[in-house]
């Protein structure tokens, strides 16, 4: 049970509507990146291994290979730096956290095909209303 006062404080600087992603996706995470007095975007792409936290404290893992090396990277999840935030590819995968993932190189990090992406913008409900379902009678009298 979290404090009504933390909460309360917390509350303002959540984002209204977080990212919707899961373990095992492949996210390109745009992040701000100030140098200076110039500001400019950067992004870093690749699969989540793992979500941790509730409320402003919540972050998650992203990790991608680059030169042969594994590169972990941890972003809040509120964070005002963090631009945007899309999901590339849904995979499917029975485990919360992938830190088995960190010991496995090559083919042997691929995950299964998960969901296809449904965008935001195109609704899904009006296609599945179009079709009439036949499988109820009538009632006559």
């Known amino acids: 049970m979290r404090n009504a006062l933390l909460t309360h404080v917390e509350s303002k600087h959540l984002q209204a509507t977080p990212p919707q992603f899961s ?28 979500r941790k936290g509730t409320g402003i404290n919540s972050t998650f893992t992203v990790r991608r290979i680059v030169n042969n090396e594994g590169v972990e990277r941890i972003f809040p999840l509120h964070s005002p730096k963090i631009e945007k935030l899309e999901v590339k590819r849904k995979s499917k ?25 449904v965008p935001s913008d195109s609704p899904a409900a009006p296609a599945a209303a179009a079709v009439p379902n036949v499988a109820e009678p009538t009632a006559s009298t």
Not at 93 to 115: F, H
């Open 23 to 50: 373990i095992g996706d492949l996210v390109d995470v745009h992040c701000k990146i100030v140098e200076g007095d110039k500001e400019r975007i950067q992004v870093f792409s690749g699969t989540v291994i793992l």
């Open 93 to 117: 995968v029975r485990r919360a956290k992938l830190n088995y993932l960190r010991g496995l190189t090559g083919k042997a990090t691929r995950l299964k095909e998960g969901a296809p992406i």
